[in-house]
């Protein structure tokens, strides 16, 4: 499995260091009780003005297709600062604006999928999504987690970057 991963890593890092200068993405996010982490993924976009869209390369998005920018992140589970499952983690500057239901979200590790996720474009409000993450923390279980990693299996291999969110506007909390 090793040998695997570490062709993989070179397959990317090559593209990543011409593409980028740099290989990883890495960014503070809150975690299990609101402690801060650095999550890491593999770069996909070009550093300076624009948009997302306008600064994401076409190998930035065929990572981003295949969730292969997210592999990265083993090394936040193998750190314990994440988890497979569990709500995905956001932005520092979100959680001021979390209701007090919608902080339940830490009471977990974030994970790199989970319910949010494998619903993907169902998921049409911040509301919505939060609400999930919620309900995961609320119902978690070995069932619920089987299911998420199945069904996100399955939306990767089926429809690579269907699970991803779609949620473009930035959250910026409840009126």
């Known amino acids: ?14 593209p990543q260091l011409l593409l980028y200068r740099q290989i990883f993405f890495v960014q503070k996010r809150p975690g299990q009780g609101g402690r801060h982490f650095y999550l890491i993924k593999f770069q996909t976009m070009r550093s300076g003005e624009g948009t997302d869209q306008e600064r994401l390369t076409s190998f930035g998005e065929l990572l981003r297709n295949t969730a292969v920018d997210e592999l990265p992140q083993v090394f936040n589970i193998l750190k314990g600062e994440m988890s497979f499952i569990g709500p995905r983690p956001l932005l520092v500057e ?8 919608h902080h339940r979200r830490h009471d977990v590790k974030p994970g790199i999928t989970g ?3 494998i619903n993907g474009l169902k998921v049409s409000s911040w509301s919505e999504k939060l609400d999930l993450d919620v309900s995961y923390v609320e119902t978690i279980s070995l069932t619920t987690d089987c299911y998420i990693a199945w069904k996100t299996v399955y939306l990767l291999i089926a429809g690579a970057g269907q699970s991803k969110e779609h949620l473009d506007e930035k959250f910026t909390g409840y009126e």
Do not use: K, T
């Open 115 to 117: 319910l949010a996720q």
């Open 1 to 14: 499995m090793m040998p695997i991963l570490l062709l993989i890593f070179v397959l990317i890092a090559v």
């Open 94 to 101: 979100y959680m001021s604006l979390y209701s007090p239901y």
